[in-house]
């Protein structure tokens, strides 16, 4: 069965630093796709970046940038220039017929 | 805007009294998902549909039951809700097994009185 793991409840980060997030997966398949989700407080579930397991080259959508290692089925987010509103709980996740989320990790930016 | 809805956003309801919360999308998805959410956890899947096809998980309680009358719309009801239900509820929808987005509703929060 497929897991996903990020060992880090709680990150923070000052404005304008950088941050990653780690995010660690289980599968046997060859091809899949992988997530991280963005969760604000009280807000909605959003998509923030997607790696598929066949590409080589790592993701990257403006500040929002992946490390992303098939053998060693690691998967990390790296945010750069954070921003105040990257203020969020983070959800790594593998996509199968269904989402197999991690448990979370919370991001607080401080000015 | 194509989106996926969730009504109400907040619900209370009491003990024991069932209560159903509303999804609909515009996206003409062919699955959709429902999950609950407890305070800083990572959703839970509680059931999906593929088109008319009911798909539960194994560890959903009975008391959670779910129903789409058409392609637009899906509900969640709680027959008889208990203290532990309290959670933020999901809806989700996906165009088909091999897409690779799910996008999300912004949730029903439930408490339970």
């Known amino acids: 069965a497929q897991t996903v793991t990020q060992s880090q409840p709680e990150m923070s980060v000052q404005e304008a630093e950088t941050v990653t997030l780690s995010c660690t997966y289980d599968t046997s398949e060859s091809n899949y796709y992988l997530f991280w989700y963005k969760q604000p407080p009280s807000r909605q579930m959003i998509l923030v970046i997607r790696?598929?397991?066949?590409?080589?080259q790592n993701a990257t959508e403006n500040r929002f940038s992946v490390n992303f290692q098939k053998a060693a089925k690691s998967f990390s987010l790296k945010i750069s220039d954070s921003q105040l509103g990257d203020t969020a709980m983070y959800f790594c996740a593998y996509n199968t017929d269904k989402l197999i989320f991690g448990t979370g990790t919370r991001l607080q930016v401080f000015p | 805007d194509a989106m996926v809805i969730q009504n109400p956003r907040y619900q209370v309801t009491q003990f024991g009294k069932p209560v159903t919360l509303s999804c609909s999308q515009t996206?003409?998805?062919?699955?959709m998902y429902w999950y609950q959410q407890k305070s800083s956890q990572a959703p839970k899947l509680l059931f999906h549909y593929y088109d008319k096809d009911f798909n539960n998980e194994a560890d959903t309680p009975d008391n959670f039951q779910s129903r789409r009358p058409n392609t637009s719309f899906c509900f969640l009801d709680i027959r008889s809700p208990g203290l532990g239900d309290a959670a933020m509820y999901l809806c989700a929808t996906k165009g088909d097994y091999n897409s690779y987005e799910q996008y999300f509703g912004p949730g029903t929060r439930l408490t339970v009185t």
């Open positions: 790696q598929e397991a066949y590409k080589q």
């Open positions: 996206l003409n998805h062919n699955v």
